[in-house]
């Protein structure tokens, strides 16, 4: 497994607005604080991020109905799955998390002020957003040099894949050093403010459609229009 660090995020205001499950547009037209607030997490978040990516590229060596077999024993399973990495050479498992840092921080501003720690959550749901859509273009980089193109990015939860089963397939690909990330019985990441994705590459590799299509929350997630890596 390899490590990749010292990551620059693109966040801003709209970001952690979104984050948070509120319009952008909607919250400017109203005023009141919500803005001030997103502004003064924006600052404060950013001393609080310790960006790292843990990746594992594996080989694809078979596939089989609703399954797909990876060097090394790892495999992948379900619709999803099999629906935009059937046609991969390769597939890198990859895991984001801004650490805990700021975690620590909204357990101690919410018990002062509840509203702040909300806004400061949001950015914090922002950051590793931003990461992952980073890390995706990283990769998508890398394989067009070579001539391969890149699945959309795929994550435990979307429909087709249940997080309990997608979370255990990506820290099985990983092998044992995850960056500090655990995983606990009930498949939730601890760092909380972490994510995990499968992307799938090779020279027939399609990759129509957006992850928002197969997210399990719908038409009713406000960040939809910006997140998902594509």
């Known amino acids: 497994m390899s490590i990749l660090r010292n990551w620059e995020l693109d966040i801003d205001v709209d970001a952690v607005l979104r984050s948070q499950g509120s319009d952008p547009e909607a919250v ?3 005023g009141g604080a919500l803005v001030d607030l997103a502004e003064k997490a924006l600052k404060e978040g950013k001393a609080h991020l310790e960006p790292v990516v843990a990746y594992r590229w594996r080989t694809v060596e078979s596939l089989r109905h ?3 077999d990876l060097e090394g024993g790892a495999r992948l399973t379900g619709s999803l799955i099999v629906q935009h990495l059937g046609a991969a050479e390769r597939v890198v498992g ?3 998390t801004i650490g805990d840092s700021l975690e620590r921080r909204v357990s101690q501003v919410m018990g002062e002020d509840p509203a702040y720690g909300l806004a400061l959550d949001g950015f914090g ?6 990461l992952a859509n980073a890390v995706c273009h990283h990769f998508e980089t890398q394989v067009a040099e070579q001539g391969h193109r890149a699945s959309i990015p795929l994550s435990p939860g979307m429909v087709g894949w249940p997080v309990e089963i997608g979370q255990q397939e990506i820290f099985s690909m990983l092998g044992d050093d995850k960056a500090g990330v655990r995983l606990t019985p009930s498949s939730m990441m601890i760092p909380r403010k972490s994510l995990t994705l499968v992307l799938g590459f090779g020279p027939e590799v399609g990759n129509e459609g957006h992850p928002c299509d197969y997210c399990s929350m719908g038409e009713t997630c406000q960040y939809k ?5 594509k």
């Open 225 to 229: 229009t910006v997140s998902g890596g």
């Open 125 to 130: 749901s922002a950051a590793v957003e931003s």
């Open 28 to 30: 400017r037209m109203r």
């Open 66 to 68: 609703e399954r797909i």
């Open 94 to 96: 990859v895991l984001c």
